[in-house]
C-alpha cells in the first residue's frame, strides 16, 4: 500500500471518514484496525470536575502515572482534558485561549509533554455557544457553535489528538448540523483528531453518527453517568440493546469509568468493566491516578477482559438473556472463539447455568474455558455453571480446544 493511500485509510478510521475517492471506512491492515478499536485512556471529569486541583501538574502527573503504573503498556493511550480547561473569554481574534492559571503553560505545550512520553492527548468542547460548567452569569466556558473551523485549526495547531463534543447551551440547533459542522471542520484542521460525540443519546445518534457525514468514532448513548450501582446497571441496560449499531471505527459509548472513586464495591467496580469490555466500550478511566488503590488498579489492567474490549473483530457484545436479573452477553472474537459475560444485577446471589447452544456453540463439543477474573482455564463442555454474588460478573474466553 502506498504512504498516501495508507495515510487517507488511517485518516477514515480515526474520523470515519470517506473522501472524495469513495473509500470504505473499513481498516486496511492491522495498523489502521488498531486505531479503530474503542479508544482507551483518562477523562478527569469523573474525579475533579471543575474543581481547583483540576491543572496542567495534575494532568502531567497522570500521563507520568500511565507509564509507571503499566497502564501505557495494557494499551491505555488518551489522556483526556474535560470541561474548564479554558479562559472564560475567546481572545481578541476570537480564538479559544487556556485558563492561565490552571494551564499556565499552554495547552500545545502540555499536548508535547504527553506525546513525549508515548500517549495522546484530548480536549473538550461543547456543540453550543457555552459549555456545561460551571455556569457563570448563566453561561459556560466559551463552545464551538459557529466556531467550529476556527476552533479544529486552533486544535490541531495545538497537536490535539481527541476532541469531547458535548450538547450543552445548544440554542436548539439541529444536531445533525452542529456535529456535523464540527466533524467536517476536524477532518479539514491539517491534523488527525478522534471525534468523540457526547450527544447523550438525545436524538439517537447510533442510527446517524457513525455514517457520512458525521463519521464520529464513538458517540454517547447515555446521560452521565455516575459512581453508584444504581447509575452504572441503568446505563448499562441502556447501551446493550444498541449493538448493531458499532463496528470497527465507529463504537457505542455509555461514558467513562467509574471504577476507583469509591462509589461501588469491588465487586460492583469488576462487573462495570467487564460490561463495558464485552460491549466494546470506550474504556476512559476517571479516577485519580495519583492516588488510586491497588484494587481499583488490578481490575483496570486486566489484560484478559482488556482484550475482550480490544478484540480487532470488532463487534459489541450481543445480550441473548435478560431474565429474572441475569443478563448473559456473548460477544464474537477474532480467533474464532466467544467471550461470555454473565451479570447478575440482583441484591441476593443465584445460581445461573448457561447452555453451549445459549452461546452459540454447538453441543457435545470440547472447549477451553479461559475464566478472565481467575487467570485459569479448564476444558469443558461451553456450558457455565456459577454461583453468582449479588451484582458479580462471570466472564469467560471460550475457544475449541486443541
Same mark, same amino acid.
Given at each position: 500500500?502506498?504512504?498516501?493511500?495508507?495515510?487517507?485509510?488511517?485518516?477514515?478510521?480515526?474520523?470515519?471518514?470517506?473522501?472524495?475517492?469513495?473509500?470504505?471506512?473499513?481498516?486496511?491492515?492491522?495498523?489502521?484496525?488498531?486505531?479503530?478499536?474503542?479508544?482507551?485512556?483518562?477523562?478527569?471529569?469523573?474525579?475533579?470536575?471543575?474543581?481547583?486541583?483540576?491543572?496542567?501538574?495534575?494532568?502531567?502527573?497522570?500521563?507520568?502515572?500511565?507509564?509507571?503504573?503499566?497502564?501505557?503498556?495494557?494499551?491505555?493511550?488518551?489522556?483526556?482534558?474535560?470541561?474548564?480547561?479554558?479562559?472564560?473569554?475567546?481572545?481578541?481574534?476570537?480564538?479559544?485561549?487556556?485558563?492561565?492559571?490552571?494551564?499556565?503553560?499552554?495547552?500545545?505545550?502540555?499536548?508535547?509533554?504527553?506525546?513525549?512520553?508515548?500517549?495522546?492527548?484530548?480536549?473538550?468542547?461543547?456543540?453550543?455557544?457555552?459549555?456545561?460548567?460551571?455556569?457563570?452569569?448563566?453561561?459556560?466556558?466559551?463552545?464551538?457553535?459557529?466556531?467550529?473551523?476556527?476552533?479544529?485549526?486552533?486544535?490541531?495547531?495545538?497537536?490535539?489528538?481527541?476532541?469531547?463534543?458535548?450538547?450543552?447551551?445548544?440554542?436548539?440547533?439541529?444536531?445533525?448540523?452542529?456535529? =456535523?459542522?464540527?466533524?467536517?471542520?476536524?477532518?479539514?484542521?491539517?491534523?488527525?483528531?478522534?471525534?468523540?460525540?457526547?450527544?447523550?443519546?438525545?436524538?439517537?445518534?447510533?442510527? *446517524?453518527?457513525?455514517?457520512?457525514?458525521?463519521?464520529?468514532?464513538? *458517540?454517547?448513548?447515555?446521560?452521565?453517568?455516575?459512581?453508584?450501582?444504581?447509575?452504572?446497571?441503568?446505563?448499562?441496560?441502556?447501551?446493550?440493546?444498541?449493538?448493531?449499531?458499532?463496528?470497527?471505527?465507529?463504537?457505542?459509548?455509555?461514558?467513562?469509568?467509574?471504577?476507583?472513586?469509591?462509589?461501588?464495591?469491588?465487586?460492583?467496580?469488576?462487573?462495570?468493566?467487564?460490561?463495558?469490555?464485552?460491549?466494546?466500550?470506550?474504556?476512559?478511566?476517571? =479516577?485519580?491516578?495519583?492516588?488510586?488503590?491497588?484494587?481499583?488498579?488490578?481490575?483496570?489492567?486486566?489484560?484478559?477482559?482488556?482484550?475482550?474490549?480490544?478484540?480487532?473483530?470488532?463487534?459489541?457484545?450481543?445480550?441473548?438473556?435478560?431474565?429474572?436479573?441475569?443478563?448473559?452477553?456473548?460477544?464474537?472474537?477474532?480467533?474464532?472463539?466467544?467471550?461470555?459475560?454473565?451479570?447478575?444485577?440482583?441484591?441476593?446471589?443465584?445460581?445461573? =447455568?448457561?447452555?453451549?447452544?445459549?452461546?452459540?456453540?454447538?453441543?457435545?463439543?470440547?472447549?477451553?474455558?479461559?475464566?478472565?477474573?481467575?487467570?485459569?482455564?479448564?476444558?469443558?463442555?461451553?456450558?457455565?455453571?456459577? =454461583?453468582?454474588?449479588?451484582?458479580?460478573?462471570?466472564?469467560?474466553?471460550?475457544?475449541?480446544?486443541?
Amino acid at each position: 500500500m502506498s504512504d498516501t493511500l495508507s495515510g487517507m485509510l488511517r485518516g477514515a478510521v480515526l474520523c470515519g471518514l470517506i473522501g472524495a475517492a469513495g473509500l470504505a471506512t473499513a481498516p486496511a491492515n492491522a495498523e489502521e484496525t488498531a486505531y479503530a478499536l474503542p479508544q482507551m485512556g483518562f477523562n478527569n471529569w469523573n474525579s475533579t470536575h471543575c474543581r481547583a486541583e483540576f491543572d496542567e501538574a495534575m494532568i502531567r502527573g497522570i500521563a507520568d502515572k500511565f507509564i509507571s503504573l503499566g497502564l501505557r503498556d495494557a494499551g491505555y493511550r488518551y489522556v483526556n482534558i474535560d470541561d474548564c480547561w479554558a479562559n472564560w473569554q475567546r481572545d481578541k481574534d476570537g480564538h479559544l485561549q487556556p485558563n492561565p492559571k490552571r494551564f499556565p503553560s499552554g495547552i500545545a505545550a502540555l499536548a508535547d509533554y504527553i506525546h513525549q512520553r508515548g500517549l495522546k492527548f484530548g480536549l473538550y468542547s461543547s456543540a453550543g455557544t457555552s459549555t456545561c460548567e460551571p455556569l457563570q452569569e448563566n453561561r459556560g466556558f466559551p463552545g464551538g457553535l459557529g466556531h467550529e473551523k476556527d476552533d479544529a485549526k486552533t486544535f490541531a495547531s495545538w497537536h490535539v489528538d481527541y476532541l469531547k463534543y458535548d450538547n450543552c447551551n445548544n440554542q436548539k440547533v439541529d444536531a445533525h448540523k452542529r456535529y =456535523t459542522d464540527m466533524a467536517e471542520a476536524l477532518r479539514s484542521s491539517g491534523r488527525e483528531i478522534f471525534f468523540s460525540m457526547c450527544e447523550w443519546g438525545e436524538n439517537k445518534p447510533w442510527l *446517524w453518527a457513525g455514517k457520512a457525514p458525521v463519521n464520529a468514532g464513538s *458517540w454517547r448513548t447515555t446521560g452521565d453517568i455516575s459512581d453508584n450501582y444504581a447509575s452504572m446497571l441503568k446505563i448499562f441496560k441502556e447501551n446493550v440493546v444498541l449493538d448493531k449499531y458499532a463496528h470497527l471505527g465507529h463504537w457505542n459509548d455509555p461514558d467513562m469509568l467509574e471504577v476507583g472513586n469509591g462509589g461501588m464495591t469491588d465487586v460492583e467496580y469488576r462487573s462495570h468493566f467487564s460490561l463495558w469490555s464485552i460491549m466494546a466500550a470506550p474504556l476512559l478511566i476517571g =479516577t485519580d491516578l495519583r492516588s488510586i488503590k491497588p484494587d481499583a488498579l488490578k481490575i483496570l489492567l486486566n489484560k484478559d477482559v482488556i482484550a475482550i474490549d480490544q478484540d480487532p473483530l470488532g463487534v459489541q457484545g450481543k445480550q441473548v438473556r435478560d431474565a429474572d436479573g441475569i443478563h448473559v452477553i456473548v460477544k464474537p472474537l477474532k480467533d474464532g472463539g466467544h467471550a461470555v459475560a454473565v451479570f447478575n444485577e440482583g441484591d441476593t446471589a443465584k445460581d445461573v =447455568t448457561v447452555a453451549p447452544t445459549e452461546i452459540g456453540l454447538k453441543a457435545g463439543g470440547t472447549y477451553t474455558m479461559r475464566d478472565l477474573w481467575a487467570h485459569t482455564d479448564a476444558k469443558g463442555d461451553g456450558s457455565i455453571k456459577a =454461583t453468582l454474588a449479588p451484582h458479580a460478573t462471570v466472564m469467560y474466553r471460550i475457544s475449541t480446544a486443541r
